[in-house]
């Protein structure tokens, strides 16, 4: 498409499309499949323009389209609070699309056929029931994950008598886990942009289900911390891709909901894992407790399986040039025998190289990522937050399984119900607010389309909600470890707990939102740095916890955790809003060139 070549990230550029929607796919697909994909939502797909300017002095002219709701569409150099052109408002024209499904035997990923619900030509055009269903799958195969760290937190004390080694000793088998959901995304997320999302989830799910089983056969500390390594690397594939699928079926203006719905899978882990993990201990043995991950990995692989399409989207396929055949040449055989060895070496040298690109290089080049600021600083606030989490994890149990509390088995995982009610209050609450808070930014910077529309950029998300929430938790993680230092009554500090779930979440799920619209065409990869540098400051946490509380005690080190989180964070947000803009649209040329 001429003047294409220019557009940023999230510009959504589309080909032109006829008057009339097409019809689905030839009349394939039964009427399950149909009710799934139905029409496009009134307020996120396409919008005709005369023209859009783009960067670099691009455009797209003519009956062209141009997706909404994307960031910076129409001018990507638009800072925050820049105020656009002045335009009249009127009411938004949409082009409302049927959603074109593929044929099963198009369809992508492993066993993609099998689905029953169907891959689209364009995942923005499900439906909001599928986009729903969708959301919701990949969020309960998120809770995987926290799930498998967080079940063990009660059962602790027991395995450390089970295999005759020290607390400190049991708790790398948190710590292996965390670092092994801080590595394994790389390679999750750049396989998932090559060989699809759906192919990952089930790959990995397979995996988790399959080291979950060893982990309960477990003879040894060695074995268990191996087993539980390849555990938490296969079940951290929804960590970074997850993000992506979101990204792959909902539009900006609508991203935040969604990703709190998605946000509420990993944290619905610290809610009921703990519980449920107290109670098969408590009952049975810590065993238990890896049986019962077998069963949900088992179960998240039939759902993913079969509820799942592949949502990645489409790469337009290059039509092969032929030439003329006036100007096909002659070729002797005998130079094609001398050059035969020649090009085979050569052929295979290019494959090596290929094959090491595609497994060793691309997975690693993410981590490049970091030198853009507005992605580092991004990280490092949901990072710290991350570490002062498990933190507060590793504190709870310990501390209250000793006196004064000395609480049994069963109640060490109650105690976790508090914080998590707090990730599930902010997780409803932060992701309509921060669509909010975006809206209202556009708006009040008068940035809007030639058809009306709000012109959303990334930055905008960050407003009072991060600023709350960068004071709300440090504070309560400093109150808790006072509360438990003095051996206040249980529920001062479960009251204290409750609101660093909140200000917690409210990080998390804002920097998350934001990762996948600084890069819209790699969400996964930006999700997936995001999961590497909070899940080594989780393993750091979750190791140099227990040796620092007998140390010092838990009061210092809250204070010192939560003091160096308080003033960082405060001033993470304070340059990402007087120099995102700058960076963001730095980050932009340079992703464009590549």
């Known amino acids: 498409m001429a003047g294409n070549h220019g557009k940023p990230p999230g510009s959504g550029v589309f080909p032109r499309q006829p008057s009339e929607p097409p019809a689905s796919a030839e009349g394939t697909g039964s009427d399950t499949e149909k009710s799934l994909t139905g029409r496009a939502p009134t307020n ?7 023209k859009a300017q783009l960067s670099g002095g691009s455009s797209v002219a003519g009956d062209e389209q141009i997706e909404v709701g994307e960031p910076y569409q129409n001018n990507p150099s638009l800072e925050a609070g820049q105020k656009g052109p002045k335009l009249k408002r009127k009411a938004s024209s949409f082009t409302h699309r049927a959603a074109v499904m593929i044929p099963r035997s198009e369809r ?18 499900y439906n909001n029931t599928t986009k729903w269903i969708i959301t919701a799958v990949v969020a309960l195969a998120a809770a995987a994950a926290p799930m498998g760290s967080s079940m063990f937190y009660p059962s602790l004390p027991e395995m450390s008598k089970d295999m005759h080694v020290s607390t400190s000793i049991t708790n790398l088998t948190i710590a292996g886990y965390m670092l092994s959901m801080a590595i394994f995304p790389l390679w999750w997320s750049s396989f998932s942009e090559t060989f699809g999302r759906r192919t990952i989830y089930i790959v990995s799910f397979t995996l988790f289900t399959v080291a979950s089983v060893l982990s309960a056969a477990s003879v040894n500390i060695a074995m268990l911390i191996v087993t539980r390594v390849i555990a938490g690397g296969a079940s951290a594939s929804v960590q970074a891709v997850g993000a992506g699928t979101i990204a792959d079926i909902w539009v900006p203006a609508e991203r935040g909901r969604a990703m709190g719905l998605f ?23 810590w065993r238990a407790t890896m049986w019962f991950l077998t069963i949900y990995g088992g179960v998240m692989t039939l759902g993913l399986f079969f509820g799942l399409p592949e949502t990645l989207a489409r790469k337009k396929r290059l039509e092969p040039t032929r030439r003329p055949s006036s100007e096909l040449e002659t070729v002797d055989v005998n130079d094609l025998r001398r050059t035969s060895t ?35 600083i991004s990280v490092y606030m949901a990072s710290i937050a991350f570490g002062a989490l498990f933190v507060m994890n590793i504190s709870l149990q310990s501390t209250f ?14 105690l976790y119900l508090s914080p998590a009610t707090g990730y599930v209050i902010a997780s409803l609450v932060g992701g309509r607010w921060i669509d909010y808070i975006m809206a209202r930014e556009a708006r009040k910077a008068n940035r809007y389309d030639d058809e009306g529309k709000l012109i959303l950029l990334p930055e905008d998300r960050m407003g009072e909600n991060l600023w709350l929430a960068a004071t709300l938790y440090p504070a309560s993680l400093i ?37 996948t619209e600084f ?47 308080w003033v960082t964070c405060n001033l993470a947000i304070l340059a990402l809003k007087k120099k995102g803009p700058k960076w963001r649209i730095t980050m932009d040329r340079e992703l464009n060139k590549r």
């Open 44 to 50: 996120g797909n396409l919008l005709r323009v005369e």
């Open 401 to 414: 399984a000793a006196p004064p509390y000395e609480f049994p088995t069963i109640l060490l995982g109650l």
């Open 108 to 125: 992508r990923g492993l066993l993609g056929r099998f689905t029953i619900v169907p891959e689209v030509q364009n995942p923005y055009d």
């Open 519 to 565: 890069m819209p065409h790699s969400s996964s990869s930006g999700v997936a740095v995001n999961n590497l540098v909070r899940n080594i400051f989780s393993c750091v946490g979750g190791t140099v916890a227990q040796p620092l509380i007998d140390v010092m005690g838990n009061g210092w080190l809250c204070t010192i955790v939560g003091l160096i989180a």
């Open 263 to 285: 946000y509420l899978g990993p944290l619905t882990g610290p809610l009921f894992a703990p519980i449920i993990g107290g109670i098969l201990s408590e009952k049975f043995n």
């Open 479 to 515: 109150w808790y470890g006072w509360a438990v230092q003095y051996g206040l009554p249980w529920y001062v500090s479960q009251i204290a707990t409750f609101f660093f779930g909140i200000g917690a979440m409210l990080v998390f799920g804002c920097v998350t939102t934001v990762l």
């Open 342 to 376: 020649a090009k085979s070496v050569k052929d295979r040298l290019k494959k090596t190289a290929f094959l090491f690109k595609k497994f060793i290089t691309d997975p690693l080049a993410v981590i490049l990522y970091l030198r853009y600021p507005a992605v580092s």
